[in-house]
């Protein structure tokens, strides 16, 4: 009888079935990483194409397994990383190499670091995102796993990282699951891998992992709220200082460590679009600093009224994907932000919608700094398994990593539970639950969700009963593309079921840039600007319209969007082309916004 080597065998969803023999523990999360020092991890890294999760299964073949290899060994090794093609970080990978364009699956990542560990300290390795789950080792020890594709996390990595060389190896698994978060369809490209900054953060051992300042809604002449100090002892003083506004204040954390604030603060010069001041902010527990740049206003909702630091505002604004201009890909610069944010200003916006999923911390820094108000949302995208327990746990994981993330970011007013989802119990009751936890973690910003509206050509309703558990209520509709015609709109009639502010936060139609044509003929720019027309027409008589985000800035690639020589794999329905052409309704758009011609019908 021939040998037979047994490896652990694991299927597609290795992730679940396969557990290492002792559990690593959950990610954590820390904020504010974009303003600590780092040992920045970006770059190039080893890849291995690892279709068939060969690299999870236990001995030779597993690939985080490389320090177990001693000099001259005679294993049968079948991977090399150091001999593998590299591959940019941050970026996906579906546009680094024309064979890989359309791969889902494992992939694997690797490098080397160099690290000098001090006494006293911590070590986290800090991912911006990884779609869809992952697993992150160092030295071969398995750190933590993470599922979600568009949410930071941090693995702790004290005990793994040694002096001199390391080696840090990094699994993910883009395949689209039916019990994920998004699940199987959606319309967008998905884009897997590494996708955003990967970092090693150095904290002292009692470090502020968290902390939430705001002004207070009722006088809004006081920053209240907390800041956490893990592992810090009941009765450790912390700081808050803004030096700019000569503000300080002293607190102690409690037993569970945080010490709460409320600092008197009437001088501020409040936040707005108008004004998109920041302040430094530093903060202080034992050995930590922490030096953020805030902006302080307050939102809240009065009957059908949007109140930004107590003045009703109109949302100006815009859907945007986090789609890379020119190039298509995900955003992972600067200057790819730059330039989308370029175009909402030129637009003449002070809104955005980040669809479909949270976006790049850059992003939303960006929108603090240039005064643009911001709806986030998570990938609750039409139909999740919304009977599931799990399912609703994932949910509610990446609405408290997004709103933890961000809850630094005065642009931030929206926080989006879902998009276009079926009106059914089951789904009622989980996106119920799912605001009101988001009110839990967040009293100071409002929920809303992107609802789909029902009825004829002749009228139509918004009366979704979540609308219930919000307090702006998104709808999306296409009079014009997906039914009727764009003067279809002109005779509509709206019944809403609620007192409460509305967002159109879709509408649209598409077209190919550079196609035009009769006014009537769709996919040419005309018949785009049509729609629009009609459309501004049509939502500046609904008395509650609070604001406006067209589908979408700019063209995107998606996989259901295939009509050759028009839409080549591209949704069509940007303002911009991918290759930053603007489109002619770009401009009937801007004209409204520019005049405040669309949301002031009262
Ligand atoms: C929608 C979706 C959005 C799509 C858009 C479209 O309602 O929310 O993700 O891309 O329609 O183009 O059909």
Redesign the pocket.
Known sequence: MGLIVCLAWTGPSALHAEQPAAAPPAPTLLVAVDRRPVLNLDGEWHSILDPYENGLDNGSKSYWNDTELPAGSNKLTEYDFSKSPTIKVPGDWNTQSPALMNYEGGFWYERHFQYQPQAGRRAFVDIGAANYRSRVWVNGQLLCMHEGGYTQFDCEATKAVRAGDNSMVIFVDSTRLADGVPTLK???FNYGGLTRDVSLVTVPANFIDDFDLHLDRATRSVIEGYVHVEGAQAGTPVTVDLPDAKLHAEGVTDADGRAAFRIPASGLSLWSPENPKLYRVVLKAGDDTLTDEMGFRTVEVSGSEILLNGKPIVLHGVSIHAEAPFRSGRVDSDQEVATLLGWVKDLGANYMRL??YPHDERMTRAADKMGILVWSEVPV?WAVEFGREDVFAKSEQQLHEEIRRDRDKASVILWSVA??TPNNPARTAFLTRSAEFVHREDPTRLVTA?LLVHGDLKTKYIDDPLGKALDVIGF?E?IGW?EGTPETADTVEWKVAYDKPLITS?FGGGAKAGLHGAIDQRWTEEYQAEIYRHQIGMLNKIPQLRGTTP??LMDFR?PLRELPGIQDGF?R?GLISDQGKKKAAFFVLQKAYKENGLGHAE
Do not use: F, L, M, Q
């Open positions: 959606t319309d967008w669809a479909h995208y998009n276009e992107a999306n296409y997906y879709e589908w979408i998606s949704n329905k």
